[in-house]
């Protein structure tokens, strides 16, 4: 009986199509919606966590102002120095190596190239705690570091959009803003960082010449600490506060004016983020879950209308009233089930080709698929249930007078 009661319904479906088509629409766009949004979200989270193990779990990173990002974040708290470094290596057992780190948008050009890139200011320690690599000539000696010499390393994208791939520009000079750099070295490429973010695209020049020739003063926005072999980070992070209070004169009772962001919490709290942007936006898409099922409600009404003197007849042969509400909610179930399905292959494709163009991993959730046809079959229940009982509910003799 379900299999006959399963080919009936689809030879009604089968049987206007193009109003079947646009009955499940409203399904197959909220399917396909929350299937693509979770994809995203999940390959996000997972990109993230893959950018943070590539830096090392065993690097802290100092910030002046309290914790947190955003416009929440002080932002007239005291800078850091080179002292405040210097300090850091000298004093804490703790601490591999630590590094100076400043940074500005400049554009580079070198004769009628030209890019927007991050300008970097530090030191090798920096490269060392990164464990970033020159490959190609080499990185900073001790006067150039302290003397503000016009010295820089390019990254790989730098390189390709001023000079071309594979370019030797080892002592040429390119311009950044107004300032003309000696290159010095390449560095290795290390390819998308968090959402995209393409790592390559940097110049670095030594932190003094940044400060002096560039910003034209002596802060530090933010320091890089590499934490010794046998110590944790927790424990890091303990000596580094301790200090640093001592170091800024801050009192017993008084919050902190800086903060010590661990990589492990920033990737964290970048997957928290993450996390909560993608239910809220698939909750939002989910509404059009329920904007299809009322359109299948309303063209099954509609359905049972048009079909009123069959479903006389089939009463008055001898089929009972359950057989014909199986019948129109097997009918709203299927063309449910066949919008979750159509959903379902249309989010993954719109993940899949979304991910390929943000550098994000295909990151599938079976749960979250299998949750998705079995919600679009509930749709299909709930929203065929009240047509399903109004064919059941009519009147042989009323049904077989209809015209």
Known sequence: MI????LLALQAIFRNTLRSVLTILGVVIGVAAVIALVTLGQGSTAQVTSDVET???????????????GPGRDNTAQAFTMADVEALIAELPSIETAAPYGSQTLTAV??????????????DRYLTAMDWQVVSGRSFTDSETSGAQSVCLLGETVLEKLFGAGAEPEGTRIRLGTLSCKVIGVLEARGSGSFGM????????????LQVRVLGNSEVSSITVAVADGYSTDEATTEIEALMRERRKIGTSEADDFSVM???????????VTSTLTGLLSAVAAVSLLVG???IMNIMLVSVTERTREIGIRLAIGATASQVMLQFLVEAVVLSIMGGVIGIAVGLAIAGIAG????IPFAVNGMVVAGAFVFSGIVGVIFGYFPARRAARLDPIQALRYQ
Do not use: C, H, K
């Open 262 to 272: 661990d990589m492990a919490q920033f990737a964290s709290m970048l997957s928290s």
């Open 293 to 295: 099922g009322i359109g």
């Open 198 to 209: 393409d790592q390559d695209n940097v110049v670095i020049l030594p932190m003094r010449t």
């Open 3 to 6: 299999w006959e009661t399963l």
């Open 55 to 69: 830096l090392g779990t065993s690097i802290l990173t100092l910030r002046p102002g309290g914790s947190g990002m």
């Open 356 to 359: 390929a163009q943000m550098g």
């Open 110 to 123: 070198y004769g009628s190239n030209s890019s927007s890139t991050q300008v970097v200011g530090t030191d």
